[in-house]
């Protein structure tokens, strides 16, 4: 398995950005698919973004197309979400975690989660 930890959350008004991070902890960050999931109060875990071990591909929710952009760098075991254009509906605890590869791309791996990163958008 591989533990990572989120931040970069925090408050922001709507129309804002910010960029959460994920470190992870081990030598076999690079041959994990990950992902970053959501969960607003009240609400179920949902999937928001992924991306393959290499970088090459990307997948996103319908609703964050065009706003959120997600990122790697294997050499320092880390993982980015680039979130413009915030909304309050963004509201959530955002998590990452290594996913499946290929079209269950949206599917978390293991299920364990992390403490998340709030990120609070206000209108």
């Known amino acids: 398995q591989v533990e990572v930890v989120e931040s970069g959350g925090g408050l922001v008004q709507a129309g804002g950005s910010l960029e959460l991070s994920c470190t992870a902890y081990g030598r076999t960050f690079s041959t994990y698919a990950m992902g970053w999931f959501r969960q607003a109060p009240g609400k179920e875990r949902e999937f928001v973004a992924a991306i393959s071990w290499s970088g090459g591909s990307k997948y996103y929710a319908d609703f964050v197309k065009g706003r959120f952009t997600i990122a790697r760098d294997n050499g320092q075991n880390t993982m980015s979400l680039r979130m413009n254009n915030l909304k309050p509906e963004d509201t959530a605890i955002y998590y990452c975690?290594?996913?499946?590869?290929?079209?269950?791309?949206?599917?978390?791996?293991?299920?364990?989660w992390g403490p998340g990163t709030q990120v609070t958008v206000s209108s």
């Open positions: 975690t290594a996913v499946h590869h290929g079209t269950n791309y949206d599917r978390p791996l293991y299920g364990d």
